[in-house]
Nanobody, 126 residues
Framework: QVQLVESGGGLVQAGGCLRL?????????????MGWFRQAPGKEREFVAA????????DYPDSVKGRFTISRDNAKSTVYLQMNSLEPEDTAIYYC???????????????????WGQGTQVTVSS
């Protein structure tokens, strides 16, 4: 079965950085788009980043654009989220997700993703 396992979360001071990783198994990773989402306490889950199969197309919301970078290593079946200039508002559980319906598109819509990891906590202190 498909499994996505995130790692790399933790506690960091405002202005710091973290790199999240998500390793996929049970799926031909290199042919699917991947995404990162986050959910803060009391808030809806929101889109953070997405990347197509080759890494040639990415998308971000304005809230993280210029600070976060999504990338992937298909040989390692891993997608990354490099987070710089972290702010307390970035505190949330971060989830990676796989969109098995496409290789080329990137979707902001969480309902288009088929598989999800268990999440990794990111806490940014002020």
């Amino acid at each position: 079965q498909v499994q996505l396992v995130e790692s790399g979360g933790g506690l960091v001071q405002a202005g710091g950085c973290l790199r999240l990783s998500c390793v996929a198994s049970g799926v031909t990773f290199s042919v699917y788009a991947m995404g990162w989402f986050r959910q803060a306490p009391g808030k809806e889950r929101e889109f953070v980043a997405a990347i197509n199969w080759s890494g040639g197309r990415t998308d971000y919301p304005d809230s993280v654009k210029g600070r976060f970078t999504i990338s992937r290593d298909n040989a390692k079946s891993t997608v990354y989220l490099q987070m710089n200039s972290l702010e307390p508002e970035d505190t949330a559980i971060y989830y990676c997700a796989a969109d098995l319906s496409t290789a080329t598109r990137v979707s902001l819509n969480q309902h288009e993703y088929d598989y999800w990891g268990q999440g990794t906590q990111v806490t940014v202190s002020s």
